[in-house]
C-alpha cells in the first residue's frame, strides 16, 4: 500500500514569490496534519485539517494557509516567501484527529524548501 | 521553557551497548506519548507509543511517568542500524515534537 505522499520533492524559491505544497494521505485516512522542520529542530505543527475542515492550527503567520479537498488531500500555500521559511515540510496523515480514536500520525518524505 | 525537552546528545555508543534517553514534557494535559525515529534528510517514523504501563517492542522499552511528566526510551544490544536521531512526542490535539535526541552506534 502507498504511504503519504509529497509533492514536489525539491522546491528552490526567491523571496517574495508564493509556494503551493501538495499531499495525498495514505488511502481510508481523512486527516491531514502539516509540519515544519529547520535544520537542528524537531517538526513544529502548522495546522490540522480533519473531513476537509481546519482542526487546529500552530503559532504561524497568516501567510501560511492550506485546505484539504474532498478526497483528503491537502494543500499548504505560503505567500510572500521570507529566508526563514526555507525548512523541510513535511505532511502526516492518520484515520482521524489527534485526540481521538485512530490518531496515531504518519508522515510522507517532505518537501525540502530553499528560499534565496 | 519548552513545552517538550529532550537531552540532544549525541550518544556515542558501541555496538551491543544498551542507552536510554529521557525527555519531560511541561503540559499535564498531554494526552498520549510517542518516540519517533527520523534518520538524516528522511522523515519521522513512528517507533513506538509510550503508555503508562511501560511497554517493550523487541530491543526496545518505552517508560511514562505522569507524576514527574518524564518520558523514557531504552535500547538494548544497540545495533549500527539503530544510528538516527529520536523524537520525544506528545500529543496536545496536536503533535509537539522535542529537538531530537542523536545516537550514534559505532563498530
Known amino acids: 500500500d502507498a504511504g503519504v505522499t509529497q509533492s514536489p520533492t525539491h522546491l528552490i524559491k526567491t523571496r517574495g514569490q508564493h509556494v503551493t505544497l501538495r499531499c495525498s494521505p495514505i488511502?481510508?485516512?481523512?486527516?491531514v496534519s502539516w509540519y515544519q522542520q529547520v535544520l537542528g529542530q524537531g517538526p513544529q505543527f502548522i495546522f490540522q485539517?480533519?473531513?476537509?475542515?481546519?482542526?487546529g492550527r500552530g503559532n504561524f503567520p497568516d501567510r501560511f494557509s492550506a485546505r484539504q479537498f474532498p478526497n483528503y488531500s491537502s494543500e499548504l500555500n505560503v505567500n510572500a516567501l521570507l529566508l526563514g521559511d526555507s525548512a523541510l515540510y513535511l505532511c502526516?496523515?492518520?484515520?482521524?484527529?489527534?485526540?481521538?480514536?485512530?490518531?496515531?500520525?504518519?508522515f510522507g518524505p517532505g518537501t525540502r524548501l530553499t528560499v534565496l | 521553557r519548552k513545552e517538550v525537552e529532550q537531552d540532544p546528545g549525541p550518544f556515542n555508543v558501541p555496538e551491543g551497548a544498551t542507552v536510554a534517553f529521557n525527555c519531560t514534557y511541561s503540559?499535564?494535559?498531554?494526552?498520549?506519548f510517542f518516540w519517533y525515529r527520523q534518520d538524516c534528510r528522511k522523515e519521522p517514523k513512528l517507533l513506538m507509543s509510550?503508555?503508562?504501563s511501560g511497554n517493550e517492542d523487541g530491543r526496545f522499552t518505552a517508560q511514562l511517568n505522569r507524576a514527574s511528566q518524564y518520558i523514557s526510551l531504552l535500547i538494548r544490544d544497540s545495533k549500527l542500524s539503530d544510528s538516527a536521531t529520536y523524537l520525544c512526542?506528545?500529543?496536545?490535539?496536536?503533535?509537539?515534537f522535542g529537538a531530537g535526541t542523536i545516537l550514534r552506534v559505532k563498530s
Open positions: 503540559n499535564s494535559a498531554s494526552q498520549s
Open positions: 512526542v506528545v500529543n496536545l490535539n496536536k503533535l509537539v
Open positions: 509510550v503508555y503508562s
Open positions: 485539517y480533519y473531513e476537509k475542515e481546519e482542526r
Open positions: 502526516a496523515s492518520s484515520l482521524g484527529p489527534s485526540g481521538g480514536p485512530g490518531d496515531t500520525q504518519y
Open positions: 488511502s481510508g485516512h481523512k486527516s
